[in-house]
């Protein structure tokens, strides 16, 4: 007996201990709560974080100055703390702002201001001019950043409904020009197509996005090597073959909604969105994984672990890092809303869900967003307290 | 424009507007933001139908249930009738002030299935929800359980069972 307790004793202690996300405490990013202050991390594809040079910047929404306003604060990547909010927006009202880095320690950002798409490049210290990317109605903008280009993609204004486009952009120190503005589908315009999200891939770019032209919501993606031409939309998410309600020949699909993309820059792209299709529980966390830069994606995977099987799962965010691909979400299943994350080994094999400190708890956690970056996962997400509601960052390692 | 390009028109028109799983047709729902406010004006309670594109059983309640004249004249008197789009990023106004989309009031109030309705008294508190496809006769009852007042002295079964149809 003494001989096998000393064996296991030997074994445990050559076993390579399993690595894990560990994340260092949070940190506010919008500044204090107040009461009535209402932030928002909310966007097409959920692009709120970016980094370039040695800064991180996240942006929002909120109302500090009486009206839906868009701002960004930054911190140093190797420094907790981040410098007060810049107010990015100029207009009357601003929404769904997304960010990408340029390098140099600046920014580009993009949001909805007076109903339409516009851009701003900033840094700590200066900003550019706010630049329409769209002079007609137009909204959910979505950007990607990569390989030494910029493109953007938004709904525009199409008759009843918004038609999804994708346009060039350049930087020039704080200036931007954009490029002619194309359809991403080029078929006759019959019904919306809604939160875009784009990643920059090797090959050029993906794009994922809500279409509703079968007479209910599908998820479709296509892929462009110059972002002036897009491959033929293929179908994103699974529809069950059978059901209840197909059979009675109501309705036309389960609920599928808010995609978001993110790349490794290479070839790896993956999705997660919200699916109903098992409906009795609400939306549930569903992801797929590309090898070949959003060309094609594999079988649809169930993100979550099944202690979150009885409560739906809200507003998931994506980072594809070297140890996995990482979902993050909100679920109420210990009562209130908390961000929740899995990361994915391999095929089909996604870890139990975590939680991080500061993003669990009393009050209300939510609208997680992510990026991979230095080495480092980085997390932001709404508080939301008795004190008033704040946008919280952490930043996390594999180790 | 010839004869039957009309027709193919209208019936693309009609097959659209089948295959949506919109408020139901002749109804009079407004916003959430828009329905507060009336029900405040009026002093009428709100009944608050939260849809989805494309939902089967929204669908299914819109033909079956919706459908029936004396619901909709019942309905349309008793209530300030409010539809949801349960993934829309159309935005409201609540009354603290807040801005958000329609699918944001939907996490808010946890509405996980789709349909959903609440029935909420004029300053928005709720009341009852109820989830998933209902009959006339359910219809009917909720009304009599809200607009009678019993829902401040029993659950809905219990009056139900002391008040069958």
Same mark, same amino acid.
């Given at each position: 007996?003494?001989?096998? +307790?000393?064996?296991?004793?030997?074994?445990?202690?050559?076993?390579?201990? #399993?690595?894990?996300?560990?994340?260092?405490?949070?940190?506010?990013?919008?500044?204090? %709560?107040?009461?009535?202050?209402?932030?928002?991390?909310?966007?097409?594809?959920?692009?709120?974080?970016?980094?370039?040079?040695?800064?991180?910047?996240?942006?929002? *929404?909120?109302?500090?100055?009486?009206?839906? #306003?868009?701002y960004?604060?930054?911190?140093?990547?190797?420094?907790p703390?981040?410098?007060?909010?810049?107010?990015?927006?100029?207009?009357?009202? @601003?929404?769904?702002?997304?960010?990408?880095?340029?390098?140099?320690?600046?920014?580009?950002?993009?949001?909805?201001?007076?109903?339409? $798409?516009?851009?701003? $490049?900033?840094?700590?210290?200066?900003?550019?001019?706010?630049?329409?990317?769209?002079?007609?109605v137009?909204?959910?903008?979505?950007?990607?950043?990569?390989?030494?280009?910029?493109?953007?993609?938004?709904?525009?204004?199409?008759?009843r409904?918004?038609?999804?486009v994708?346009?060039?952009?350049?930087?020039?120190?704080?200036?931007?020009?954009?490029g +002619?503005?194309?359809? $991403?589908?080029?078929?006759?315009?019959?019904? *919306?197509?809604?939160?875009?999200?784009?990643? @920059?891939?090797?090959?050029?770019?993906?794009?994922?996005? *809500?279409?509703?032209?079968?007479?209910?919501t599908?998820l479709?993606?296509?892929?462009?090597?110059?972002?002036?031409q897009?491959?033929?939309?293929?179908p994103?998410? *699974?529809? %069950?073959?059978?059901?209840?309600?197909?059979?009675?020949?109501?309705?036309?699909?389960?609920?599928?909604?808010?995609?978001?993309?993110?790349? =490794?820059?290479?070839?790896?792209?993956?999705?997660?969105?919200?699916?109903?299709? =098992?409906?009795?529980?609400?939306?549930d966390?569903?992801?797929?994984?590309?090898?070949?830069?959003?060309?094609?994606?594999?079988?649809?995977?169930?993100?979550?672990? @099944?202690?979150g099987?009885?409560?739906?799962?809200?507003?998931?965010?994506?980072?594809?890092?070297?140890?996995?691909?990482?979902?993050?979400?909100?679920?109420?299943?210990?009562?209130?809303?908390?961000?929740?994350?899995?990361?994915?080994?391999?095929?089909?094999?996604?870890?139990?869900?975590?939680?991080?400190?500061?993003?669990?708890?009393?009050?209300?956690?939510?609208?997680?967003?992510?990026?991979?970056?230095?080495?480092?996962?980085?997390?932001?997400?709404?508080?939301?307290?008795e004190?008033?509601?704040?946008?919280?960052?952490?930043q996390?390692?594999?180790? | 424009?010839?004869?039957?390009?009309?027709?193919?028109?209208?019936?693309?028109?009609?097959?659209?507007?089948?295959?949506?799983?919109?408020?139901?047709?002749?109804?009079?729902?407004?916003?959430?933001?828009?329905?507060?406010?009336?029900?405040?004006?009026?002093?009428?309670?709100?009944?608050?139908?939260?849809?989805?594109? !494309?939902?089967a059983?929204?669908?299914?309640?819109?033909?079956?249930?919706?459908?029936?004249?004396?619901?909709?004249?019942?309905?349309?008197?008793?209530?300030?009738?409010?539809?949801?789009?349960?993934?829309? /990023?159309?935005?409201?106004t609540?009354?603290? !002030?807040?801005?958000?989309?329609?699918?944001e009031?939907?996490?808010?109030?946890?509405?996980?299935?789709?349909?959903?309705?609440?029935?909420?008294?004029?300053?928005?508190?709720?009341?009852?929800?109820?989830? /998933?496809?209902?009959?006339?006769?359910?219809?009917?009852?909720?009304?009599?359980?809200?607009?009678?007042?019993?829902?401040r002295?029993?659950?809905?079964l219990?009056?139900?069972?002391?008040?069958?149809?």
């Amino acid at each position: 007996m003494r001989m096998l +307790a000393a064996g296991l004793l030997g074994l445990a202690l050559t076993l390579p201990a #399993q690595a894990e996300w560990v994340f260092a405490d949070f940190e506010a990013a919008s500044g204090e %709560p107040r009461v009535k202050l209402f932030p928002h991390l909310e966007s097409a594809g959920r692009g709120n974080l970016a980094a370039s040079g040695d800064r991180l910047a996240v942006v929002w *929404e909120d109302n500090r100055d009486g009206s839906p #306003q868009v701002y960004a604060a930054l911190r140093r990547l190797d420094r907790p703390g981040f410098a007060a909010p810049l107010r990015l927006s100029t207009g009357r009202e @601003a929404y769904e702002p997304v960010v990408v880095g340029l390098g140099g320690d600046r920014f580009l950002a993009a949001f909805e201001q007076d109903g339409k $798409v516009v851009a701003r $490049v900033f840094s700590a210290t200066a900003q550019g001019a706010p630049t329409p990317l769209d002079q007609t109605v137009s909204a959910q903008v979505t950007l990607a950043a990569g390989n030494g280009r910029l493109h953007a993609a938004w709904g525009r204004r199409d008759g009843r409904f918004l038609r999804l486009v994708s346009a060039p952009l350049a930087v020039d120190g704080m200036q931007i020009s954009t490029g +002619a503005a194309r359809a $991403v589908d080029t078929s006759p315009t019959q019904d *919306e197509q809604l939160y875009a999200s784009l990643a @920059a891939t090797a090959q050029g770019y993906a794009i994922a996005w *809500e279409d509703r032209r079968a007479g209910h919501t599908r998820l479709l993606t296509a892929t462009s090597s110059d972002g002036a031409q897009w491959s033929t939309p293929q179908p994103l998410n *699974e529809i %069950p073959r059978q059901s209840s309600a197909a059979e009675l020949g109501l309705g036309r699909g389960p609920g599928v909604t808010r995609v978001s993309l993110a790349g =490794d820059g290479a070839a790896t792209v993956a999705a997660v969105w919200m699916d109903k299709r =098992d409906f009795l529980s609400g939306y549930d966390t569903y992801a797929g994984v590309s090898a070949d830069g959003g060309q094609s994606f594999g079988a649809n995977e169930k993100a979550q672990d @099944a202690f979150g099987a009885e409560k739906p799962q809200w507003h998931p965010a994506v980072a594809v890092t070297p140890h996995g691909v990482v979902a993050a979400w909100d679920d109420p299943r210990d009562d209130t809303p908390d961000i929740w994350l899995s990361t994915r080994h391999s095929e089909k094999e996604w870890s139990d869900d975590f939680t991080v400190t500061g993003a669990a708890g009393p009050g209300s956690q939510d609208n997680p967003v992510l990026l991979w970056h230095g080495d480092r996962l980085h997390l932001a997400w709404v508080h939301k307290g008795e004190g008033g509601a704040q946008v919280r960052y952490a930043q996390g390692r594999w180790e | 424009m010839n004869a039957l390009t009309c027709l193919l028109a209208l019936a693309t028109l009609l097959f659209a507007a089948a295959v949506q799983a919109d408020p139901p047709a002749g109804y009079a729902f407004v916003p959430y933001d828009e329905g507060l406010r009336q029900a405040q004006a009026s002093g009428r309670k709100i009944f608050l139908y939260f849809g989805r594109y !494309g939902c089967a059983w929204c669908d299914k309640t819109n033909k079956e249930s919706f459908f029936d004249a004396g619901l909709k004249q019942r309905y349309s008197d008793n209530y300030v009738l409010v539809y949801v789009d349960a993934e829309s /990023g159309n935005r409201l106004t609540l009354p603290s !002030g807040e801005r958000l989309t329609e699918m944001e009031l939907g996490a808010r109030l946890n509405v996980f299935a789709t349909p959903v309705f609440l029935y909420l008294e004029p300053d928005g508190s709720p009341i009852l929800k109820v989830p /998933g496809f209902k009959t006339v006769q359910d219809f009917r009852d909720f009304d009599r359980y809200i607009q009678g007042g019993h829902y401040r002295k029993m659950k809905l079964l219990e009056f139900l069972a002391e008040n069958p149809a």
